[in-house]
């Protein structure tokens, strides 16, 4: 089983979930397309790791309950080491090469990245601001674990912020002695 299968199948410890609920959840740090969810979706159910039920509201959507079988698999999984995390990013790249930038370019690319950055502090934050506002105590307990990872996301975006700020602060002093 892939990885992604078994991430997947930890999104619905929480509770029963569409694909395109799973998408939006796995967005906090994990990227999938449409595609490689519902394949690995497929592959899930014949395996008997999820059943599927049919949406009373809409008939075409099907939501995603974890069977026992599966949530057995997913107790030996996190028993298992685990991989270190993966990096791309391109901005960094591009910043590695601002020796050789004019100021206004190395300017813009932390410019953008800090814009990019709000945008993603703003949506983490809002997500918080739901879970906040759960008040039954077993509902707070079962988004426990979505709580430390939103958590996680706003503190690098706040890091990432103030990265940027230092950065733009070294990038002055370089050009001002120039």
Not at 33 to 56: A, G, P
Not at 107 to 124: A, S, V, W
Not at 145 to 153: A, C, E, H, S
């Amino acid at each position: 089983m892939n990885t992604l299968s078994y991430i997947l199948l930890c999104m619905l410890v929480r509770k029963p979930c569409t694909g395109y609920e799973l998408k939006q959840y796995l967005a906090l740090f994990w990227e999938a397309h449409h595609s490689q969810i519902y394949t690995s979706l497929s592959k899930l159910l014949k395996e008997e790791y999820v059943r599927v039920e049919n949406d009373e509201k809409h008939a075409q959507k099907k939501i995603y309950h974890l069977t026992e079988k599966g949530e057995k698999v997913v107790s030996i999984w996190i028993q298992e080491e685990t991989n270190e995390p993966s990096q791309k990013d391109e901005f960094l790249a591009k910043m590695y090469v601002a020796a050789i930038l004019e100021k206004d370019t190395v300017r813009g690319l932390l410019f953008e990245r800090k814009q990019h950055q709000l945008k993603i502090l703003k949506r983490n934050q809002e997500k918080q601001e739901q879970i906040d506002q759960i008040t039954d105590p077993l509902e707070r307990q079962k988004n426990f674990g979505r709580f430390l990872v939103i958590q996680r996301k706003i503190r690098m975006c706040k890091e990432e912020l103030s990265w940027c700020q230092w950065a733009e602060e070294q990038v002055e002093a370089l050009f001002a002695k120039m």
